[in-house]
């Protein structure tokens, strides 16, 4: 299995991102993914879902309304894009299959960090 995550950087608040997941050595297609993230000190939390067809999504509740996840099935490719970027939305963000809304894998790609920061 392996995940790879890339899209973040430095933004100002109020500003958007897209982050970016490319995932193999499962069969993606079939799996709900998800996104989460860990803010510094802090456990890492959920953050989104999409269903293994897309057709479904949930969020965090602090994130509802400003945060999209999508996926690609043709490239293996799951993506959050985010908007409306807060100071605490500082984090490291990483995606991984999910039941429900918890990691199906014990291991994670390397993240990619978030900072909003004026």
């Known amino acids: 299995v392996q995940l790879v995550e890339s899209g973040g950087g430095l933004v100002q608040p109020g500003t958007s991102l897209r982050l970016s997941c490319a995932a193999s050595?499962?069969?993606?297609?079939?799996?709900?993914m998800g996104w989460f993230r860990q803010p510094p000190g802090k456990e890492r939390e959920f953050v989104a879902t999409?269903?293994?067809?897309?057709?479904?999504?949930s969020y965090a509740d602090s994130v509802k309304g400003r945060f999209t996840i999508s996926r690609d099935n043709a490239k293996n490719l799951v993506y959050l894009q985010m908007n409306s970027l807060k100071p605490e939305d500082t984090a490291v963000y990483y995606c991984?299959?999910?039941?429900?809304?918890?990691?199906?894998?014990?291991?994670w790609g390397q993240g990619t960090q978030v900072t909003v920061s004026s």
């Open positions: 991984n299959p999910v039941i429900g809304r918890r990691p199906l894998f014990g291991s």
């Open positions: 050595g499962f069969t993606f297609s079939s799996r709900t």
């Open positions: 999409i269903g293994a067809s897309g057709s479904t999504t």
